[in-house]
């Protein structure tokens, strides 16, 4: 029996100019043809997420109970930068193709925390057929551009142009994509209001979607304690 194991990947990005690292986890027994999802880090985390969250553990321990399917988690580094500009064009163009290429992936999936939900949210809505299956966990969504934010965005017109909250009534919508969201209830952004109003906005659309208001905060502490209901979500 080959065991699963954490690879990391350094990327030098003509995008961006540098060299990026992508951690992945590589199930036990690896075959080709494997789901992929790629889940984003948080805005001050970067690819250690993949440790941080212990996700190896994690999900070997329930692929040998059953309760998930094999896939890899691709865990890039997005930096500060809410997946905007050249870090788009990085994932598309650098990212996705040299891990698919690698590891000769099936179907995409796409998730993340915190900033790392808004970018999963943003990416799925806005290149809707690439992804089946999309979660936002304590997603950093709002209905209200906060002014220590416009830096990402430059103006007004583009927060709007990228924020899930509108991209989700006016983007295509595969009948096929399901979408997960949840948030703590003592989450320091409020950020369960905005994936309420997400989850409402999506239910009108016809979309799959699920909506989990739990107790906790805006903490890794928090992701921790649900990891394993997001694999079987991605995974199932």
């Known amino acids: 029996m080959i065991k699963s194991r954490i690879d990391t990947i350094e990327i030098q990005s003509r995008t961006l100019g540098k060299t990026m690292a992508v951690t ?14 790629y889940f984003m880090h948080g805005r001050s985390g970067d690819e250690s997420i993949i440790h941080a969250l212990d996700i190896q553990t994690v999900a ?11 896939m890899l988690i691709v ?10 500009g050249a870090f788009e064009d990085y994932f598309f163009n650098e990212v996705m193709p040299i891990v698919e290429k690698q590891y000769k992936t099936s179907v995409r999936r796409i998730g993340g925390v915190s900033a790392g ?23 950093a969504i709002e209905d209200v551009l906060d002014d220590d934010d416009l830096h990402y965005f430059g103006t007004s017109e583009q927060w709007k142009a990228n924020n899930p909250l509108f991209l989700v009534q006016k983007c295509t919508l595969p009948s096929t994509m399901e979408i997960y969201l949840d948030a703590g209830s003592e989450d320091e952004g409020g950020f369960y209001r905005g994936c309420a109003q997400l989850a409402e906005r999506l239910a009108v659309r016809g979309v799959l979607v699920q909506n989990h208001l739990n107790e906790g905060h805006h903490t890794i502490d928090y ?14």
Do not use: Q, S
């Open 24 to 37: 992945i986890y590589v199930p036990t027994n690896f075959c080709e043809g494997l789901p992929v999802l």
């Open 60 to 70: 070997d321990r329930m692929i040998a109970d059953g309760r998930m399917k094999p």
């Open 75 to 84: 865990c890039p580094r997005m930096e500060d930068a809410l997946g905007l």
């Open 117 to 139: 939900g808004f970018i999963a949210l943003n990416y799925a809505f806005r290149h809707p057929y690439l992804f089946e299956r999309v979660g936002g966990h304590m997603p």
């Open 223 to 236: 992701i921790k304690a649900h990891l394993e209901e997001y694999l079987m979500f991605y995974a199932k």
